[in-house]
């Protein structure tokens, strides 16, 4: 079938759509039941959408890789 590349993109496209969303939410309610039906592929774009929004709302508080003045300049 000629739509059929089609189809499972969109398909895989919404998975993953869905996948974030309850990456999202994860932090606010338990996902467990929802986790443990999922394949290992969406398992594990599931935890890198985790530490995805981890690692976004560290940046967005200004967490981690700041910069710090020199230990030359702070005794002068």
Not at 42 to 68: C, D, I, P, S
């Amino acid at each position: 079938d000629p739509e059929l590349p089609e189809v499972l993109e969109r398909v895989f496209m919404e998975r993953a759509q869905m996948l974030a969303d309850a990456a999202q939410r994860s932090h606010a309610q338990d996902v467990a039941d929802f986790v443990s039906q999922l394949d290992e592929t969406e398992k594990q774009l599931f935890a890198e959408y985790q530490v995805t929004l981890t690692a976004m709302a560290k940046w967005q508080a200004r967490e981690g890789n700041k910069l710090h003045q020199a230990r030359v300049y702070q005794h002068i």
